[in-house]
């Protein structure tokens, strides 16, 4: 009965798991595909022959090296700015004994829930009115206003767990405040912030909306909103599409892959110092 219901369980998550990857797989296949496999009925799922026409002409006839670096450069100032900023506020919140702390923490968790589009009209209002519209600026001001509510509620939870002995023995020595948390509270909560900074950079790499709002449709369209551009009309670039949906995917992918091992290595080490 045991070995039974196991099989069960491993067996659901199995199908979960082959539902949740195979958009990925299809994507990368078609991005492998030549113009006539993309249209053939029934569909081929794994190509006959590899082509990378599809990631040539993405690569030499559309602007999506632009597109690259206004997201990255977006998506990163974005993240750190944000990131930092939900660091202090978190550990703020998490130590301060002051009246309205309830309230003005209810307030941060009820901006992370409020509905994002909502707040698009008068966020772009006050942009315009910095002059700062289609600017990196303005968008990395619209980004961190989605990225801190989330990361300072994260952060603050974080720092809560880590012991206040520790910061009161640091200041008896004669540590500054800015010193306890710069040197002692943040690298011990070093396996928070690696997991804020991957949740806020993939969130800003893969912000659409905002993007669209902000920076329109000139020459500082970010990867969501050109991918965007792969269709029109009638007729969709489906091969160039999954091509660039697929070079868009990698730098999250491989970021994920080289900070999850710090991750774990990050938790571990914090439980032993516990």
Same mark, same amino acid.
Request: one cysteine or more; aromatic letters at 16%; charged letters at 10%.
């Given at each position: 009965?045991?070995? *039974?219901?196991?099989?069960?369980?491993?067996?659901?998550?199995?199908?979960?798991? /082959?539902? &949740?990857?195979?958009?990925?797989?299809?994507? /990368?296949?078609? %991005?492998?595909?030549?113009?006539?496999?993309?249209?053939?009925?029934?569909?081929?799922?794994?190509?006959?022959?590899?082509?990378? =026409?599809?990631?040539?002409?993405?690569? *030499?006839?559309?602007?999506?090296?632009?597109?690259? $670096?206004?997201?990255?450069?977006? @998506?990163?100032?974005?993240?750190?700015?944000? /990131?930092?900023? @939900?660091?202090?506020?978190?550990?703020?919140? %998490?130590? &301060?004994?002051?009246?309205?702390?309830?309230?003005?923490?209810?307030?941060?968790?009820? +901006?992370?829930?409020?509905?994002?589009?909502?707040?698009?009209?008068?966020?772009? *209002?006050?942009?315009?009115?910095?002059?700062?519209?289609?600017?990196?600026?303005?968008?990395?001001?619209?980004?961190? *206003?989605?990225?801190?509510?989330?990361?300072? $509620?994260?952060?603050?939870?974080?720092?809560?767990? !880590?012991?206040? #002995?520790?910061?009161?023995?640091?200041?008896?020595?004669?540590?500054?405040?800015?010193?306890?948390? $710069?040197?002692?509270?943040?690298?011990? +909560?070093?396996?928070?912030?690696?997991?804020?900074? !991957?949740?806020?950079?993939?969130?800003?790499?893969? #912000?659409?909306?905002?993007?669209?709002?902000?920076?329109?449709?000139?020459?500082?369209?970010?990867?969501?909103?050109?991918?965007?551009?792969?269709?029109?009309?009638?007729?969709? =670039? $489906?091969?160039?599409?999954?091509?660039?949906?697929?070079?868009?995917?990698?730098?999250?992918?491989?970021?994920?892959?080289?900070? =999850?091992?710090?991750?774990?290595?990050?938790?571990? &080490?914090?439980?032993?110092?516990?």
């Amino acid at each position: 009965m045991f070995r *039974t219901s196991h099989a069960f369980a491993y067996g659901i998550i199995g199908l979960l798991t /082959v539902f &949740a990857l195979f958009p990925l797989f299809w994507m /990368v296949s078609s %991005s492998l595909k030549s113009y006539a496999d993309i249209y053939t009925f029934p569909p081929v799922y794994f190509p006959e022959s590899i082509s990378l =026409q599809a990631y040539e002409r993405v690569l *030499t006839s559309t602007p999506f090296a632009m597109f690259f $670096w206004n997201s990255l450069i977006v @998506a990163t100032a974005s993240t750190f700015i944000g /990131v930092a900023l @939900a660091c202090m506020a978190g550990y703020s919140l %998490s130590r &301060a004994r002051l009246r309205g702390r309830e309230f003005l923490l209810k307030a941060i968790l009820t +901006a992370y829930l409020f509905p994002q589009i909502l707040i698009v009209v008068p966020l772009f *209002t006050a942009i315009s009115a910095l002059g700062l519209a289609g600017t990196y600026a303005g968008a990395i001001i619209a980004y961190i *206003t989605i990225i801190f509510p989330f990361s300072t $509620w994260m952060m603050m939870a974080y720092f809560s767990k !880590i012991p206040e #002995e520790i910061e009161e023995a640091a200041r008896i020595d004669g540590a500054s405040s800015f010193h306890i948390f $710069w040197r002692i509270v943040l690298p011990l +909560a070093a396996p928070g912030v690696v997991t804020v900074l !991957i949740f806020s950079f993939i969130n800003a790499w893969n #912000e659409f909306l905002l993007s669209l709002i902000i920076l329109g449709g000139g020459e500082r369209r970010t990867l969501p909103v050109g991918l965007f551009n792969f269709i029109g009309g009638e007729f969709a =670039q $489906w091969g160039e599409m999954m091509a660039a949906t697929t070079m868009t995917m990698l730098p999250t992918l491989i970021l994920f892959l080289i900070i =999850q091992r710090r991750l774990v290595g990050g938790l571990t &080490a914090g439980a032993v110092r516990g």
